[in-house]
């Protein structure tokens, strides 16, 4: 069975600083999805960024990109310009074509002022 | 509709009683799904549903718990006999097909108290 590893329970960081959230996950496959989800304390879920398998670039939406690296199934979240609104539980999750979500356990992200 | 609705947010229902939460998909979506999220932990797979395949039930944790799906619409989530320990946010969310539409979308949830 497909699993996710989120090794970090909780991480800080300061404002407008970066931050990188580690995740690894186990797959045969080859062709997969791999998502960042946000959630704040409203615990609305909340997509971040998503990256194809069988794309090479990476991917970018403003202040966050990842580094997926797919010979060592890594796939970590880089915030730039961390901002108070970040704060959050993020969720790695991987996704086989047409198939459920599988979830890491989270990481809880406080940023300081 | 614009996203994903679930109802109710929030229950609070006696310990033995039965539950029914219910989840709108956005529109056209064919896959819809349910999570559990206990509080501080992170998303527990309960079923899946895809069209009109037989859904995938492997994350129910036990018989108390069944779902169903009209057609690619609404979904029910029905917990028989609560236990204290259901008590947890049970999430929706739905994705559309084709390799585009892999992107899912979660609902607010329904908070779960079972006292």
């Known amino acids: 069975a497909q699993t996710v590893t989120q090794s970090q329970p909780e991480m800080s960081v300061q404002e407008a600083e970066t931050v990188t959230l580690s995740c690894t996950y186990d797959t045969s496959e080859s062709d997969y999805y791999l998502f960042w989800y946000k959630q704040p304390p409203s615990r609305q879920m909340i997509l971040v960024i998503r990256?194809?398998?069988?794309?090479?670039q990476n991917a970018t939406e403003n202040r966050f990109s990842v580094n997926f690296q797919k010979a060592a199934k890594s796939f970590s979240l880089k915030i730039s310009d961390s901002q108070l609104g970040d704060a959050a539980m993020y969720f790695c999750?991987?996704?086989?074509?047409?198939?459920?979500?599988?979830f890491g356990a989270g990481t809880i992200l406080r940023v300081k002022s | 509709g614009a996203g994903v609705s679930q109802s109710p947010s929030n229950k609070v229902t006696e310990k033995g009683k039965d539950v029914e939460l219910r989840c709108d998909p956005i529109?056209?979506?064919?896959?819809l799904y349910w999570y559990r999220q206990r509080l501080g932990q992170g998303l527990e797979f309960l079923i899946y549903?895809?069209?009109?395949?037989?859904?995938?039930k492997s994350g129910l944790p036990s018989d108390r718990f069944s779902a169903e799906r009209t057609g690619e619409s609404v979904s029910t989530l029905t917990i028989q006999r609560t236990q204290q320990e259901d008590s947890a946010v049970y999430l929706c969310?739905?994705?559309?097909?084709?390799?585009?539409?892999?992107?899912?979308?979660f609902g607010e949830g329904s908070w779960l108290t079972v006292v």
């Open positions: 990256q194809e398998a069988y794309k090479q």
């Open positions: 999750a991987y996704r086989e074509y047409g198939n459920k979500l599988v």
């Open positions: 969310a739905s994705s559309s097909q084709g390799t585009t539409g892999n992107t899912i979308y």
């Open positions: 529109s056209g979506h064919t896959a």
């Open positions: 549903f895809q069209g009109n395949s037989a859904p995938d």
